[in-house]
């Protein structure tokens, strides 16, 4: 197959869109969405001039919306005042779930498509983007023996750069079952929450590793949570035999585990757990976020921790869980909590409104940066 | 409206595809796409039990191309051998442009959806992702008065954060029209075809800085090109009164023009020859690839070039064009060609087949890269 004028239909694209921008025909492709207010209304738009029915489907109000169509052929629902915060969202066109278009924000994950919409407020929250210091969030490549070559999502704090003899504590953030590794900071925003709280005080700065928790190829993409036994066993040996020795390679580590902590989001948090709480010579600094786990699973993924209570409490700075009480992990954290307690294991928590969301997860990073690397 | 309970659909869809794979019931979920076989044939696979009609729509094949449903409403097709490289693509659902789902790998954009597929060959490409050092892609915020907070994706070549007194030339790379800052890595590889050509020691290590090209908000996304005289001036000062200055703060820059290129892409095309070729002072290395020009603006567009072509000439170390020969900028680069030729200003060619697409971006970017920076 050769690979000559390939590219008709998209020069084609190219010039429709470019004439129809240009005669400003209105309603043709000449359109926002999503387009929010300062009232914090959002229209949202979307052109299916063929289509049956077109809903909206966001993380705001419950249940699918159904938009209505104009003579072009656009369909459009206008929502709100919206509480502010990072939503995703898509539009389901007769029965399809589609991501918006007109929207380069893109929610990183394996399991669907979804755009993602910022509803801003008066005044700025947590995961604000606003004119102070940044740090930087790095894409770096490893190379592992058994897994080939991996992404990795690092960021380091403002001033990193200019420090070059000074050294950093490390804290490794993992995401949820079908998300990837841009999912931290592209959908929770983990750069910007620790920029706003470095620059208020409230965190230490720190180096930030966000590796893809699966551990592909030797587990599927199909083979569902991150906190399968197999995928904990493998990227467990990715973790400390590659992803690890990378980071203190090539960034300027603080060195001991109570320079290390480790988070993790829904099967992340179950890997966290497993991860953090059995290597205490790595960590002592360890949080589940709604984390995936498995009642009949506790003694076998606790192997460590509940071999000697004592000394676990002991190595452990802090144990620290965080859920939505409407989060369906919830109730499976609150039998471990239990046994926790039954073994005179401390941690801390912190359960808020809501369910298994990165809105949630934006509040959850924002609650434990300050507690890591206490003194 | 409050947040709570927000999140039950999300939920819901979370179980059902955590349940589904587990239950390994055949179709439902528990498929792959894009499948890439050793023969180079390519498996296309989308669910969508309702639809009328699906199709395929990519770049190594003309037309769109029917797909055939199964019993569980999976629509594949099956194509190839296919031609080494990397392709955008996209299902057709019913006249709707949806991005795979099953794939991560998407085209950063702002006026379509598509994935983004790479069928590897036997011997590594310019763009392959190989076993060597890699460099380092970093995302930045910078902050302009006019504009607000805005992105710029920085690539440092390998050995950067470890040689802290060297110094590095810089080549700012600009995207195409609907394009954004992420398109030159992410589908261009930009970052990878440079560890390649370092790894040979074909190019020297380099700074390519890849900002956003569209003057947003001051120039509204629906605005067209990016070659409109008005983001042409805008999107210059942007340049020059944040994005140099950022970059020659925050890294380690080899000053002067001799050790600054600029290139573009199609409408980022056309801004860089206008940037570059009306800044002799900040460039010496100046490339348009594809680049998207009007025949009536050449000497508007070209003052300072024109003014003199003797001290233009002296002044340049390369005024590079690359283009496919079936892509309708062709035309135009031939007439400014014809231009320059009777203003006797020197330049160099490289044209290829094919057309307006990434697959002959990253050719150009390959062939442009060894040419930079000279002693």
């Given at each position: 197959m050769r690979n000559i004028n390939k590219s008709v239909i998209y020069t084609l694209i190219f010039f429709f869109i470019a004439s129809s921008v240009m005669s400003?025909?209105?309603?043709?492709?000449?359109?926002?969405?999503?387009?929010?207010?300062k009232d914090r209304t959002v229209t949202f738009r979307f052109r299916a001039p063929n289509a049956k029915d077109?809903?909206?489907s966001t993380q705001f109000i419950n249940g699918q919306q159904a938009m209505t169509k104009d003579a072009n052929g656009i369909w459009s629902i206008t929502l709100g005042p919206v509480e502010p915060d990072i939503y995703p969202y898509c539009f389901v066109v007769d029965g399809i779930q589609v991501a918006d278009p007109k929207?380069?924000?893109?929610?990183?994950?394996?399991?669907?498509?979804?755009s993602v919409i910022e509803i801003p407020d008066a005044t700025p929250k947590a995961y604000s983007i606003q004119n102070i210091p940044h740090g930087t969030v790095s894409y770096r490549y490893y190379y592992s023996n058994e897994l080939g070559t991996r992404p990795l999502v690092i960021y380091t704090p403002p001033g990193y750069e200019e420090s070059v003899n000074e050294k950093y504590?490390?804290?490794?953030l993992l995401h949820g079952s079908s998300d990837t590794e841009e999912t931290w900071t592209k959908v929770g925003r983990a750069n910007i929450i620790l920029d706003n709280l470095i620059a208020q005080g409230k965190a230490k700065p720190m180096i930030i590793v966000m590796p893809y928790g699966r551990a592909f190829p030797v587990i599927t993409k199909e083979s569902g949570s991150l906190r399968t036994w197999e995928n904990l066993q493998e990227f467990q040996k990715d973790f400390k035999n590659y992803i690890v020795p990378f980071v203190e390679k090539n960034y300027r580590v603080k060195p001991g585990p109570e320079n290390k902590a480790i988070a993790g989001f829904s099967g992340g948090g179950g890997t966290s757990l497993y991860i953090g709480l059995g290597n205490p010579d790595l960590f002592a600094y360890v949080c589940g976020y709604a984390p995936g786990m498995v009642q009949a699973?506790?003694?076998r993924n606790n192997a460590v921790p509940f071999a000697d209570p004592a000394l676990t409490n002991k190595r452990l700075k802090l144990l620290y869980f965080a859920c939505g009480k409407e989060d369906p992990?919830?109730?499976?954290l609150q039998q471990y909590i239990k046994v926790l307690d039954?073994?005179?294991?401390?941690?801390?928590?912190?359960?808020?409104?809501?369910?298994?969301?990165?809105?949630?997860?934006?509040k959850f990073l924002n609650e434990t940066a300050p507690l890591l690397f206490k003194d």
């Open positions: 400003g025909q209105p309603g043709m492709q000449n359109f926002i969405s999503p387009e929010v207010k077109v809903k909206l929207n380069t924000w893109i929610f990183p994950n394996e399991g669907f498509q979804n504590p490390v804290f490794f699973e506790f003694e992990t919830y109730g499976t039954e073994k005179k294991i401390k941690y801390q928590t912190f359960f808020t409104t809501g369910g298994h969301t990165w809105m949630n997860c934006k």
